[in-house]
């Protein structure tokens, strides 16, 4: 069994600073890409940045220049820094990963279960 554990979200007031953090567990033999999504009132999920396992980083518009994504690949997590949050940035924020497990001969992908983010004053 894996299983993606987010932490780190809460409420935040406008122009503040939050750090998710999103760790890994279970039978994994290896990690591909690790990223972040979210998904806001009555709005589609969507990609806020991802990671490869060799340290690519790709960001939605939305974030960029506001947020930094990155990994420990030893301790199979992903980090998400946000800073200068807007209220639109209120989501609940879900962790992804493409993982191949011991015994496996392919990457599936897998979901943490969400956290939320509100920026508000």
């Known amino acids: 069994q894996v299983q993606l554990v987010e932490s780190g979200g809460g409420l935040v007031q406008p122009g503040g600073s939050l750090r998710l953090s999103c760790a890994a567990s279970?039978?994994?033999?290896?990690?591909?890409?690790m990223a972040w999504y979210r998904q806001g009132p009555g709005k589609q999920r969507e990609r806020v940045a991802a990671i490869t396992s060799g340290g690519s980083t790709n960001y939605a518009d939305s974030v960029k220049g506001r947020s930094t994504i990155s990994r420990d690949n030893a301790m199979n997590t992903v980090y998400l820094q946000m800073n200068s949050l807007k209220p639109e940035d209120t989501a609940v924020y879900y962790c992804?990963?493409?993982?191949?497990?011991?015994?496996?001969?392919?990457?599936?992908?897998?979901w943490g279960q969400g956290t939320q983010v509100t920026v508000s004053s």
């Open positions: 992804y990963a493409d993982i191949q497990r011991y015994g496996s001969g392919y990457y599936a992908a897998y």
């Open positions: 279970g039978r994994i033999f290896s990690i591909n890409v």
